[in-house]
């Protein structure tokens, strides 16, 4: 059976990993035009499945508003962070230094959960099931490793008509 971990593991595990260093691993990129993913709200959390994969700072801090907030599930608040919430700066920081540390992570954001909660501005709500592995050698996980969970997205469509995550809950139970 599954262990099933929350986003304060994922949280935690990034802390680990950003102070532990490690050696950088650069994979191939597809250097090709791409289609933009951010052109859909459901586009959005395949882009971040992809920014992971690649281990894609710039890929992944896209897919973020500059102020987007991410908020530990209720069950986590004061487990591994003494604030309900984080910005885009502690969130670049955390994933910079995964990408950096990490051999390679493998990820899973599934679902198709989409629904449209707001015309001005056009605003979508996501939910997906995730899961992630962070191996820092090719086979060796994190101690963390795996975070599995839920995650609800609420993305906007930004004056660029590309759609954004403003706000990223984890969530106590699948929706």
């Not at 801090?61 to 991410?70: M, N, P, R, S």
């Amino acid at each position: 059976m599954r262990q099933t971990l929350s986003g304060a593991t994922l949280f935690v595990l990034l802390i680990i990993i950003s102070l532990s260093g490690g050696c950088i691993f650069d994979p191939d990129k597809d250097d090709g035009e791409a289609e933009d993913l951010l052109a859909t709200p459901e586009g959005v959390a395949d882009q971040i499945e992809r920014a992971y994969i690649r281990k894609d700072i710039d890929l992944y801090l896209d897919a973020l508003v500059d102020t987007a907030v991410f908020h530990f599930r209720q069950s986590d608040v004061d487990v591994a962070w003494p604030a309900p919430t984080w910005g885009k700066t502690e969130e670049e920081f955390f994933h910079r230094n995964m990408f950096r540390a990490a051999h390679h992570v493998e990820v899973a954001l599934v679902g198709d959960v989409a629904e449209k909660i707001s015309d001005s501005p056009e605003t979508w709500r996501l939910y997906r099931e995730y899961d992630v592995l962070v191996y820092l050698t090719e086979e060796t996980l994190s101690e963390k490793s795996p975070a599995y969970g839920w995650a609800e997205f609420e993305i906007i469509k930004c004056d660029d008509d590309r759609y954004r995550i403003v706000d990223w809950y984890d969530l106590e139970n699948p929706p």
